[in-house]
């Protein structure tokens, strides 16, 4: 996946980090270092609890898909330019679309990520540990209301996702949002025009609900800066 942006001259050369999922075993956690191409000598790393996941994520997303434990991981490196590129593996919730339109909510103009498990899970920790990840790699702060959006966002993609499929919930809701923010849009209908708009140029249908929810969420994004 790849978000377009334009170069942002912040940085020099930012650190890169892995974050790893507390609950993995040791010799996991070696695969997935091994599969980041990387080493302890190279990055920093974090490791990730599932309180930290509970805190970043349990005012949006439902505990259940949280979980008791957090092993998907994360490698981030910050970039200059290029935009928002994202690898995922093993993850059936979180998805690589996911990812990248959360961190451009975030605030994040360019970074590279892959975020992987062992095994299959929902990837959850490792969008716990992106955000933990940027902030450390950067040595700045994102900020709070963006990242409580950007979770948000991740929460009604994944929901709509279940309901009419993940290509068409990350098409209508990148689609919709990349209009409003360009245009600059905040009227609630306006905003509702344009998600339905997109969802028929795509042959998306929505019920009423699921348009509110979106609407309700892109309001909110578009008065952030």
């Known amino acids: 996946c790849l978000v377009a942006s334009t170069p942002m001259p912040t940085m020099a050369d930012a650190a890169k980090v892995v ?6 075993s040791e010799a996991q956690k070696n ?16 490791s990730v609890t599932n309180q930290d996941e509970h805190n970043y994520l349990g005012k949006y997303v439902p505990s259940e ?20 590129k994202v690898r995922t593996a093993n993850l059936n919730y979180v998805t690589c679309n996911m990812i990248a339109t959360s961190l451009s909510t975030s605030g994040v103009k360019n970074c590279e990520v892959v975020a992987a498990c062992p095994f299959e899970v929902s990837g959850t920790g490792a969008l716990t540990g992106i955000q933990m990840a940027y902030e450390t790699a950067t040595g700045e702060q994102l900020d709070s209301t963006k990242k409580e959006l950007a979770t948000e966002e991740m929460v009604v ?32 209908d306006d905003i509702y025009n344009i998600v339905v708009n997109v969802a028929q140029q795509n042959n998306v249908t929505l019920d009423s609900d699921q348009i509110n929810k979106i609407v309700e969420l892109l309001q909110q994004i578009a008065q952030q800066d």
């Open 19 to 24: 974050t790893l999922g507390a609950d993995l």
């Open 31 to 46: 695969t997935m270092m091994k599969y980041f191409k990387t080493d302890s000598s190279q990055v920093q790393i974090i």
């Open 65 to 84: 898909q949280i979980g008791t434990r957090t092993v998907s991981c994360a490698y981030v490196r910050p970039t200059q330019s290029g935009g928002i």
């Open 157 to 188: 993609t994944g929901n709509l996702a279940d309901e009419v499929g993940k290509n068409d919930a990350t098409t209508v809701m990148n689609n919709s949002k990349m209009q409003v923010i360009q245009n600059n849009v905040q009227n609630a």
